[in-house]
């Protein structure tokens, strides 16, 4: 356990313990996550999305497909190199499914973002 670990960012309790891959804060039983720059990611409120490579997505970027992915209904599928621009980052997708975006010449559809990379 590191002993350079932060204070609570609710009550700044130094007594913070490791628990897993959250801190905990045994005096107000606050948990979050902390970044390897020590930045708590649910501190601000909002959620931290990265691509394939580890760069940070936000709303609107353009990302590349990085491997060919089968769609069903489709005999082609989504060859890897295709861009997708305007993407939408969203909480609530379906088995791990946190992009929503439109691939030309497929339509509406949401994509993992762990097949995909910032362009």
């Known amino acids: 356990m590191s002993e350079n670990l932060p204070p609570c960012p609710e009550c700044a309790s130094a007594y913070t ?6 801190l905990v804060c045994p005096e107000c039983a606050h ?7 020590g930045v708590a990611d649910e501190a601000s409120g909002e ?8 760069n940070v997505l936000a709303d609107g970027d353009t990302v ?15 060859k890897a190199g295709t861009k997708v621009r305007n993407i939408r980052l969203i909480a609530d997708g379906v088995d791990g499914h946190d992009i929503d975006c439109k691939v030309e010449g497929f339509g509406p559809m949401q994509l993992k973002s762990s097949v995909v990379k910032k362009a």
């Open 17 to 22: 313990y490791e628990m897993g891959a959250l």
């Open 31 to 37: 948990e979050w996550s902390v970044t390897s720059t």
């Open 47 to 54: 959620r931290v999305v990265k691509d394939a490579v580890g």
């Open 64 to 78: 590349t497909v990085v491997k060919t992915l089968k769609v069903k209904g489709s005999p082609s599928g989504i």
